[in-house]
């Protein structure tokens, strides 16, 4: 079974930092692009960023670039979002998802993490 | 960045209805597009990938078409458990960005 499992999230303060990390089960993880998902509450579905199977290819929303950095660890079956100098318009349900295929952009999130929030307030 | 637009923002039609859902690209994307269910308090769950292609254990009254900007979803016989919001994606280039969603309601 296919299962992506996120952690990290919490209430944060506007201008400091925090770490998601998404680690995965039941398929081959170094197959396959990643990505990060968020959606406000309420509100509809924001691409933050995606890294390809081998992380040769990376992405970002411009809302986060220069702020947020995405990576994984093959080894470990884990992608991970550092996130620094939060904005409270960084509140947000945060997905990892995974991709059909090896490039970022490919064909569709076929299978997606519970999600973990993450609140920006001081 | 390609902009998505979906129509209608919301809607609500009976058990057995056809429903079609529209999603307009701002630039062509081939038939990189892509469909998803979000039930409340759910991940979204993909539904349809390259325009047309039936994701693995969805039930086949779903369908998509399309191709270049304007893309089509269809619900051939609206279930009760499809009350759902439906957000297209284009994964042509990056970027990727989603429609604002389409919520659909069981009269």
């Known amino acids: 079974e296919v299962q992506l499992v996120e952690s990290g999230g919490g209430l944060v303060q506007p201008g400091r930092s925090l770490r998601l990390s998404c680690t995965v089960s039941?398929?081959?993880?170094?197959?396959?692009?990643m990505h990060w998902v968020r959606q406000a509450p309420g509100k509809g579905l924001e691409w933050v960023s995606g890294?390809?199977?081998?992380?040769?290819?990376?992405d970002y929303a411009d809302s986060v670039k220069g702020r947020f950095t995405i990576s994984r660890d093959n080894a470990k079956n884990s992608l991970y979002l550092q996130m620094n100098s939060l904005r409270s318009e960084d509140t947000a349900f945060y997905y990892c998802?995974?991709?059909?295929?090896?490039?970022?952009?490919?064909?569709?999130?076929?299978?997606w993490g519970q999600g973990t929030l993450v609140t920006v307030s001081s | 960045d390609i902009q998505m637009t979906q129509s209608p923002s919301s809607l609500s039609a009976s058990v057995g209805d056809r429903v079609t859902i529209t999603c307009r690209a701002t630039?062509?994307?081939?038939?990189?597009l892509n469909w998803y269910q979000q039930k409340a308090g759910k991940a979204p769950k993909l539904l349809i990938y390259?325009?047309?292609s039936l994701q693995s254990g969805v039930p086949s009254r779903f369908s998509g078409s399309g191709s270049g900007t304007d893309f089509t979803l269809t619900i051939s016989s609206l279930q009760p458990e499809d009350s759902a919001t439906y957000y297209c994606?284009?994964?042509?280039?990056?970027?990727?960005?989603f429609g604002g969603g389409t919520s659909v309601e069981i009269k």
């Open positions: 998802a995974k991709d059909k295929v090896q490039a970022v952009a490919g064909n569709g999130f076929d299978y």
């Open positions: 039941g398929f081959s993880f170094d197959d396959d692009a």
């Open positions: 890294i390809s199977w081998n992380s040769g290819t990376i």
């Open positions: 630039q062509r994307i081939s038939n990189y």
């Open positions: 390259a325009a047309a």
């Open positions: 994606q284009q994964s042509h280039t990056t970027p990727l960005t």
